[in-house]
């Protein structure tokens, strides 16, 4: 069974700064991979996938992630950090074959610092 | 209609109580997928819709969860004998049927249903 690990349920970045938001992954077979942002009071959004082919992916809002196959890992960055980035991230995991649907971390709440 | 479409967005209700939760999906959007969150917890897979059909319903906690998908579009939610247990936000979510070979085709999310049962 595939699982998802995100380290740091809350993290807290200045305007401006790096935005590192962690994602590690279980699986047995090759995964794809997702990362969503969820505001408040409204519903999941996809930021960026990686299924096959370029392990660094890029996504809205200036977002970017990279598949690290050796490490298990997803982790989710952005250069400089704006106000309006701040929201719930979570990473998610679907194996192939029969199964269809994600399998979610617990999250990672972004704060941005004026 | 122009995205998923969840009702009611606040449902609070007494144990013991029955409920339905409704999702209207994305036109043309086959695949049709319920999900449950719980505070502080990322989301968990409860039943997925291809068609009018339950292709996986591996995610319900147990038998007081069931869902309909009548005529291949809206679907409820329906949850006999609530506990406080219960109390989450469900989230529906739809998409184009995935295909066998490419299974990155993406899922949207409605804003979800917001149940509290006291």
């Known amino acids: 069974a595939q699982s998802v690990t995100q380290l740091g349920s809350h993290v807290s970045v200045s305007e401006g700064a790096l935005v590192l938001l962690r994602c590690n992954y279980s699986?047995?077979?090759?995964?794809?991979l997702f990362w969503y942002v969820q505001y408040p009071n409204q519903g999941l959004q996809l930021l960026l996938k990686?299924?096959?082919?370029?392990?660094l992916v890029k996504g809205i809002n200036g977002f970017e992630a990279e598949f690290k196959k050796s490490e298990t890992s997803f982790h989710l960055t952005k250069p400089s950090a704006h106000m309006s980035d701040a929201a719930e991230y979570f990473c998610?995991?679907?194996?192939?074959?029969?199964?269809?649907?994600?399998?979610f971390g617990s999250g990672t709440q972004l704060t941005v610092l004026p | 209609g122009a995205g998923v479409s969840q009702t009611p967005s606040n449902k609070v209700t007494e144990k013991g109580k029955y409920v339905e939760l409704r999702c209207d999906p994305i036109?043309?959007?086959?695949?049709l997928y319920w999900y449950r969150q719980s505070l502080g917890q990322g989301p968990e897979f409860l039943i997925y819709?291809?068609?009018?059909?339950?292709?996986?319903d591996s995610g319900l906690p147990n038998d007081r969860f069931f869902a309909v998908r009548p005529e291949g579009s809206v679907s409820t939610l329906k949850i006999q004998r609530t506990e406080r247990g219960d109390s989450a936000v469900y989230l529906c979510?739809?998409?184009?049927?995935?295909?066998?070979?490419?299974?990155?085709?993406?899922?949207?999310f409605g804003q979800g249903t917001r149940l509290t049962v006291v």
């Open positions: 979510a739809s998409s184009l049927k995935p295909r066998d070979i490419d299974m990155n085709t993406e899922a949207f």
């Open positions: 699986s047995s077979v090759p995964p794809y």
């Open positions: 990686y299924t096959t082919g370029a392990t």
């Open positions: 998610a995991v679907r194996i192939s074959g029969s199964a269809r649907q994600l399998t």
């Open positions: 036109s043309g959007h086959t695949a």
């Open positions: 819709f291809q068609g009018t059909g339950a292709a996986d």
